[in-house]
């Protein structure tokens, strides 16, 4: 009972690497994806949708801004979808 136990917990373990090596190469993008939507840090916006980018600019050693871009997603005459920035604020520290 216990050779039959262990050799299906073993079958088990070699189904399951397998699936997560087919897993692992197929691609999280499907084709054509970029037609559809846009991207930013692993996630799928639709058109007109928009994000808020945030980032240090270091002018001197004592004088830095932060700087908040706020993005929306359009498709452009090509066809793909991008990002166009479309307004800037910058904040002194």
């Known amino acids: 009972m216990k050779t039959l136990t262990l050799g299906l917990a073993f079958a088990l373990l070699a189904s399951q690497g397998a699936a997560q090596q ?8 499907p084709d054509g994806a970029e037609m559809r939507l846009c991207y930013y840090q692993g996630m799928a916006y639709s ?39 479309q307004s800037t604020f910058q904040v002194s520290k």
């Open 22 to 29: 087919t897993l692992s190469l197929a691609s999280p993008i």
């Open 47 to 85: 058109m007109d949708s928009f994000i808020v980018v945030t980032g240090d600019n270091t002018v001197t050693p004592t004088i830095s801004t932060r700087e908040e871009r706020l993005m929306r997603c359009v498709q452009s005459e090509a066809g793909p979808m991008h990002w166009k920035p």
